[in-house]
Every structure is written in structure tokens, then in C-alpha cells.
């Protein structure tokens, strides 16, 4: 394989140009901020950049998963491979959940906590959206039990899926908990106040 000296590009939600340290970064590191109400100029400028040999970094959830399991895809990713013409990387973070999740304490600086990144290999976006994103769906599936597989999960943890044994929400409890979360952020409430 030929090793080309290439970074990363990732997208993030334009919302964190307001954190300062967070903006310096995407400045100097030509991230690609999305306005998730108007993201046509962001999706542009992705497929632009994969055209010109560059890596665009995406998660095809476009969120956190509150279950710590794969939440529905967007078709970002898929479309974007497709109209540029280029391999899909799946790649899988499991461990990063431990440090910096929504609803509960982080945990920054030194904290030995493990995090694994998994890598699986290329393959071509080819077909349709919906065939695309359907294989990416099942090899980030199978890196993530992979991954899964090997790491300590204490029972009852918060950050362990339902599945293994955690304190996790279900899938349908964590959509249930979005659903809540964004009709509060369309009444002008935090999630926490009351109706």
C-alpha cells in the first residue's frame, strides 16, 4: 500500500466555532464546519476536497449515540463517496465514550482510560446511496463487536450498551431521549427544565 502523507479533514457542527480553543483548531486544521440546517455549502466543500486526494473524516450518525451502539445513518457519507469517486474507510472510536459523554462528568486529562480506534479496510462506494450505506453500516457493525469483544465492560457501567451487560439506554430509549431533547430545544427549554 502506498503511504501518502495526508490528514485528515473532518466535519464538525458548526456550533463549536463558539468554543475558542475549538475554533482555533478547525482554522488551522481545515475542518469542515456544517451548519446542520443549510449543510449544502459544507457537503460541497467535502466532496471537493476527496476529489483533490484529501480525507474527509465523517460520522454517518452525525451524532453521539446515547445506546453506545450504531444509531441510523445519514446519508452524508455514501453520497459524498459516490459523487467523488473514492474508497469508504470505516473506522470505529470505542473507549472515547468513558471520558466525554452527554449527561454525565467528564473526565480530561490523564485518565488511563483505554480508547481503541479500529480501522477496517477500504472498499468501493459503488451502487446506489442506499447500497453504500448499507455496507458501511455492516463494516462499522463488525469492527465495533470486534472491538467490543475485547474491552473490560464492569456491569452496570453507563457507558457499556445494554446489551453487554450496561447501564446504557436501549436504542429505543435513547432515540425517545433525543426526541425529548429536541422537542425542548424547539420550546426554548433545556432538556432538564420542566414542562
Keep these: 500500500m502506498n503511504r501518502r502523507r495526508r490528514r485528515m479533514r473532518y466535519m464538525i457542527k458548526a456550533e463549536m466555532q463558539r468554543v475558542k480553543a475549538v475554533n482555533f483548531l478547525i482554522k488551522r486544521t481545515r475542518t469542515i464546519p456544517v451548519d446542520r440546517g443549510a449543510g ?98 455492516e463494516a462499522m457493525t463488525g469492527l465495533l463487536h470486534q472491538v467490543q469483544e475485547g474491552y473490560r465492560h464492569p456491569p452496570g457501567a453507563h457507558w457499556v450498551p445494554r446489551r453487554l451487560g450496561g447501564g446504557a439506554p436501549t436504542p429505543a430509549e435513547a432515540a425517545q431521549l433525543d426526541a425529548d431533547e429536541a422537542a425542548a430545544k424547539a420550546a426554548g427549554r433545556t432538556p432538564h427544565q420542566s414542562r
Design 40 to 137: 449544502a455549502g459544507a457537503y460541497a466543500v467535502a466532496v471537493q476536497r476527496l476529489r483533490e486526494g484529501e480525507l474527509v473524516g465523517v460520522y454517518p450518525e452525525a451524532t453521539i449515540s446515547r445506546s453506545f451502539e450504531l444509531k441510523e445513518f445519514k446519508s452524508g457519507a455514501a453520497r459524498m463517496a459516490l459523487e467523488a469517486d473514492v474508497p469508504i474507510v470505516p473506522v470505529i472510536v470505542w473507549g472515547a465514550q468513558r471520558i466525554w459523554t452527554k449527561g454525565h462528568p467528564r473526565r480530561i486529562g490523564r485518565t488511563k482510560v483505554p480508547v481503541i480506534v479500529q480501522v477496517g479496510p477500504p472498499f468501493p462506494a459503488r451502487g446506489d446511496i442506499a447500497q453504500t450505506d448499507a455496507a458501511l453500516r
